[in-house]
């Protein structure tokens, strides 16, 4: 969720929707996972809600253990909305770093707040 947040632009609301977890493998050790988020994807979210006023994505991430075996997968579903949720004001507009600064800063000062 945080890296679509951080991706996407202000004047967007994005949370976890739901996500699902299959464990493959019992291993003990260092685990590890490469999280990336592709441009196309964020696109393609900023179309459907430029369109529609809201969207779901789901996106994966396979945990994998030193051998490079992969020992569980995660799915989330992101859901993200137009902060004003009529489709004909909201537009495509390409995230800046400076939307990406305030995303991050917002983000990491709610996040300070909770503990």
């Not at 859901?79 to 390409?94: F, H, I, L, W």
């Not at 995230?95 to 991050?104: F, V």
């Amino acid at each position: 969720m945080m890296m679509v947040l951080y991706n996407i632009g202000l004047g967007h609301i994005v949370w976890d929707k739901s996500g699902e977890f299959d464990f493959r493998k019992l291993v003990s050790g260092t685990l590890t996972c490469a999280i990336e988020l592709e441009e196309k994807r964020v696109d393609d979210l900023r179309v459907s809600v430029a369109r529609d006023g809201k969207a779901t994505m789901w996106f994966r991430v396979d945990i994998l253990v030193s051998t490079g075996d992969i020992v569980a997968t995660i799915r989330k579903e992101v859901y993200v909305r137009a902060k004003d949720r009529s489709p004909e004001t909201t537009r495509v507009v390409p995230a800046t770093d400076g939307d990406r600064l305030l995303a991050a800063a917002a983000a990491w000062g709610a996040n300070e707040q909770e503990h």
